[in-house]
């Protein structure tokens, strides 16, 4: 049987120490419990009261102290604010946007509507191998020789003629589109005066590849023609009959002519050439760009957007540039090409 420690101090009297009954029980478990001491126990054991202690007698144990500060309790969750509400734009100010998204979207692509009627009909029987067309009437060469005039907008037949033996390789209208010039393998040129059914032949001892007439031929009756041995012929007529002029030669074959007022543009396989038919002479030369694929490929597209404003395409390139009046040293009256646009797609 286990004694009860004894606490000897010398300054005080013997006395008994019992445990704590806050820390550890009161009697062990391998101790026989007495009636007192059961009766003891069955009590119900006060509650100790905590009293404020000062700082200086506060003395830290080793269950007390914790080394890891204590956490902060977490912050309830806030949702985030809402973006203030957008300004409200006036009918300018949407206009504005409108237009902003309008040039931000991409280019549309062309409209356009099948023709049919006479157009499908005869496509069916024979290939078309050049066109040209009017505001008012459209005009298809065929590789049988004929020259089909339609309704551009319907597809009408209007009128054919069979003019040519062979392959037709160029059309040509003038502004009031009375009369059609046409070119062919047959070395023929002919303008067709097709609302009376007359018409004019010039023969050549060579392939004739391209032809155009002159915008106001009904006044001036001028045409140029180019045909296999790379030759720009210039054809006036007058009282006296017709002249022909060489305005231009070698160079290889040439790809395509266009006319506006007194100036012929065409383009051969080294550039784009402009002639002034006013004062016979050369206006400008505009080469063509060195990346561009070989014309007999790839040929050059010519267009005069306005009297004095030519456009230029070699495949993915384009120039366009316009006449400009100058005067050279000898006080005479001439045109220059001033390029002002370059664009590679």
């Known amino acids: 049987m286990k004694q009860l420690s004894i606490n000897y101090q010398p300054h005080l009297q013997k006395q008994q120490t019992l445990p704590n009954p806050l820390t550890q029980p009161l009697f062990s478990s391998s101790q026989p419990q007495t009636q007192s001491q059961a009766q003891l126990l069955s009590q119900p054991q006060p509650q100790p009261q905590s009293q404020p202690q000062p700082q200086s007698q506060l003395q830290p ?6 080394p890891s500060p204590p956490l902060p309790p977490p912050l309830p969750y806030q949702s985030p604010p809402s973006p203030p509400p957008l300004p409200q734009l006036s009918n300018k100010e949407e206009d504005f946007e409108l237009e902003d998204q309008n040039e931000q979207d991409p280019e549309p692509k062309l409209k356009y509507s099948r023709i049919s009627q006479d157009v499908s009909k005869l496509l069916q029987t ?7 067309v009017h505001s008012k009437i459209m005009v298809l060469g065929t590789s049988d020789g004929r020259v089909c005039i339609f309704e551009h907008t319907t597809g009408q ?4 003629f069979f003019s040519h033996s062979a392959i037709v390789n160029d059309v040509s209208i003038d502004n009031t589109s009375d009369f059609i010039a046409t070119c062919s393998d047959d070395g023929a040129v002919i303008i067709h005066m097709w609302r009376t059914e007359e018409c004019e032949k010039f023969e050549y001892a060579q392939v004739m590849k391209k032809v155009c007439l002159d915008p106001d031929y009904s ?5 140029v023609c180019s045909g296999k041995e790379n030759k720009l012929i210039l054809i006036s007529k007058g009282w006296l009959g017709e002249t022909e002029k060489v305005i231009h030669l070698g160079e290889g074959p ?10 012929i543009s065409w383009a051969n396989e080294t550039g784009v050439k402009i002639w002034d038919c006013e004062f016979s002479r050369k206006v400008s030369y505009i080469p063509r760009p060195r990346n561009s694929p070989p014309p007999d490929q790839s040929p050059c597209t010519l267009c005069w957007e306005t009297r004095d404003t030519l456009i230029i395409a070699w495949t993915n390139y384009i120039k366009i540039g ?3 009046e100058v005067s050279d040293p000898m006080s005479v009256k001439a045109k220059s090409f001033e390029l002002t646009h370059k664009f590679y797609i």
Do not use: M
């Not at 144990?61 to 914790?66: E, G, I, K, L």
């Not at 037949?157 to 054919?160: A, D, G, M, N």
């Open 322 to 324: 316009r006449i400009k």
């Open 126 to 132: 024979v290939d078309a191998t050049t066109i040209a």
């Open 254 to 263: 040439i790809y395509g002519i266009k006319w506006s007022e007194s100036l």
């Open 157 to 160: 037949l209007i009128k054919q």
């Open 61 to 66: 144990t080793a269950q007390s102290v914790d």
């Open 219 to 223: 006044k001036n009756s001028k045409f």
